[in-house]
């Protein structure tokens, strides 16, 4: 029973927290560009062991990049900052120390706080331990959290501008749904085999205009054997496609996956909508030619065709910042699905 009451006392405080400064009256819309996320912890904490666990677990570099990036930019603020802010960032962690020994070590989600379109997290402990404890505990699903609300946030903006013309195109010839924006033109579409790219230049502030090229293919084959599910068989025939389709500026140019002596690539197996997908991250580069960058790679099995169904989205922009980029082109491949 002293148990129950503590975790209920830390429940009513966490619900307390996220309600204090919640009113009924208009709120602002949040702020704060694709990827930042709010930090609030006191300082010595954040110059210590675990601002360190935080930046290592929510904002790892992303190791198939070409050049140094993160899965997320984290902005710090201490307690007294964030409270004389108008507290309008988009997404927020928070760390709350309260010694009250009724308090229970916990996390909480809450939403639209101070702003509309606004998500927060709050982890209380006693102590820098608990902070800690309960932090590494649920790290992965903070880091998940904030990677789908970035792709619900980007879908929607997809759903309100896309290319309905290519989206009929894909049905009638490859019976799926894929939505993708306005901007990107269907430029293959066979039997087998379907690309969409965007081709544009971009001027990114302190930055002189580059090229930005986001490419999306589709392709699908039968499915025979679940050996053809593997690492090596998916690059393999990953590779035999875009050698045919993704050539350089020289008849003896063309696309590969770099080899894992140059970046490796990095695989998992997951469930896309109910599905069993294997999905594959890493950087391609061009023989004979001078050209790369990230992709990503998701293959799944279509057992009504009886077909293997793999979905891929790479980028092109030297000049600039991949991240936002992909995750662009990782909201596409989220949005696909079979007729």
């Known amino acids: ?108 989600y809450a939403k639209d706080v101070w702003a509309s379109s606004q998500s927060l997290i709050r982890i209380i402990g006693r102590n820098q331990q608990d902070l800690y404890d309960v932090f590494i505990a649920n790290s992965e699903e903070i880091k998940n959290h904030f990677t789908q609300l970035e792709i619900k946030r980007l879908s929607l903006d997809l759903k309100a501008d896309q290319n309905y013309f290519a989206k009929q195109e894909l049905k009638k010839k490859h019976n799926l749904s894929l939505t993708v924006p306005s901007e990107m033109e269907l430029s293959i579409n066979n039997d087998n085999f379907a690309a969409l790219q965007h081709l544009r230049l971009v001027s990114e502030k302190q930055k002189s205009p580059g090229d930005v090229q986001q490419f999306i293919m589709v392709y699908h084959y039968p499915y025979t054997h679940k050996d053809q599910l593997t690492k090596q068989a998916l690059l393999a025939k990953r590779d035999s496609v875009i050698k045919k389709y993704f050539r350089g500026v020289t008849d003896d140019s063309y696309m590969i996956t770099a080899p894992d002596s140059l970046v490796p690539s990095f695989e998992k197996e997951i469930l896309f909508k109910g599905v069993y997908a294997y999905e594959i991250r890493g950087l391609y580069s061009m023989v004979n030619d001078f050209r790369g960058g990230p992709f990503i790679n998701i293959s799944l099995v279509d057992e009504a065709r009886g077909r293997i169904v793999t979905i891929e989205g790479h980028v092109f922009c030297p000049k600039f910042a991949k991240r936002p980029y992909m995750m662009e082109l990782e909201t596409i491949l989220n949005s696909l699905s079979f007729e």
Not at 78 to 83: A, G, I, L, S
Request: glycine share 4%.
């Open 1 to 108: 029973m002293k148990h129950f009451i503590l975790a209920i006392c830390s429940l009513i405080f966490l619900s307390t927290c996220a309600e204090e400064e919640e009113t009924t009256y208009y709120k602002p819309h949040s702020v704060g560009t694709q990827g930042i996320i709010e930090i609030v912890l006191d300082e010595q904490l954040w110059e210590g062991r675990l601002g360190e666990i935080v930046k290592n677990e929510i904002a790892p570099m992303i190791p198939y990049y070409p050049n140094e990036e993160y899965l997320f930019d984290l902005q710090h603020s201490t307690k007294k900052t964030f409270d004389m802010s108008p507290k309008k960032q988009r997404y927020i962690i928070q760390f709350i120390i309260n010694p009250n020994i009724s308090i229970k070590p916990a996390i909480g």
